[in-house]
């Protein structure tokens, strides 16, 4: 029996996440169902392709990964099951998997088309879990759609580099539990463009000369732990998952604020790299 993950928007408060898990229970008693998050910004397709992208490797193959993230079925947003590096993922073709599988050939892409044989105005209950039902059970994927050769592709995701190649102009692309504030700049495009330049990051009103490969390192622990002051600080670091992110070192939005609150970040706003 395959493993299916959940990812939506739908929060803790409503019914809804518990209306899905009743509905697979109902067709797969057995099932694993995981929680990936219900926390998702409402039709965020940039944070849900953020944590999908940094969750489904520590999944084995097969595993079955329902994204319920901006899902109603219109013209433009077509239901599809990709197939890649050996797991399947259910969703609305918004932009989410190029995003999640960014430089990584899919296996398969199959556009859904069962929905006249269901009576339905909640697609990832009615139809996202038939899917994911069916491919659990080990049926073909051409039972539940047609073979297509492309997903829709989102565009200006990649950070900017001038002409002169001194400067990266990249975006925030997620705000964490603790506030801290993801970039789409990761290490190895970081380091190909700086090329062990000296360099100064912007913020806002921030600057920072410093990448940090751990949040301690801002922490002077020769001085006594009485006297040290670097609760509050703020920080560059490259995160668990290579992306440039401006942290708070414990951060807590009650007694110092966090590096979204505090620098008035959200999505999509700037993070500016100079080199010298």
């Known amino acids: 029996m395959s493993i299916i993950t959940l990812t939506t928007d739908f929060g803790i408060k409503d019914h809804f996440t518990a209306n899905i898990k009743g509905a697979i229970l109902s067709e797969l008693p057995e099932a694993n169902i995981i929680d990936i998050s219900h926390q998702i910004s409402p039709f965020n397709i940039l944070e849900a392709a953020y944590i999908i992208q940094n969750s489904y490797k520590s999944f084995p193959v097969n595993t079955i990964h329902i994204i319920g993230v901006d899902s109603e079925l219109t013209l433009e947003n077509k239901h599809l099951v990709v197939k890649f590096e050996g797991q399947y993922f259910i969703c609305a073709d918004n932009g989410i998997m190029s995003m999640a599988c960014l430089n990584v050939e899919p296996e398969k892409i199959v556009e859904i088309n069962i929905h006249d044989k269901l009576i339905s105005n909640f697609s990832v209950l009615d139809v996202f879990v038939k899917v994911a039902c069916h491919i659990s059970r080990g049926g073909a994927l051409e039972v539940i759609g ?131």
């Open 146 to 276: 047609k073979s297509i050769d492309k997903i829709k592709s989102v565009k200006n995701l990649s950070p900017f580099i001038n002409e002169a190649k001194n400067q990266i102009i990249g975006n925030v692309i997620y705000i964490d539990n603790y506030g801290n504030v993801i970039t789409n700049i990761t290490k190895s495009f970081f380091r190909e463009i700086s090329k062990s330049r000296e360099f100064e990051i912007s913020v806002r009103n921030y600057k920072f000369k410093k990448i940090h490969t751990k949040y301690s390192d801002i922490v002077n622990f020769s001085i006594d732990e009485n006297r040290r002051n670097n609760d509050g600080q703020a920080l560059a670091i490259f995160n668990s998952s290579s992306n440039l992110e401006i942290a708070i070192y414990k951060s807590n939005p009650v007694n110092f604020g966090t590096a979204a609150s505090l620098m008035g970040l959200n999505i999509l706003d700037t993070v500016t790299i100079n080199f010298k």
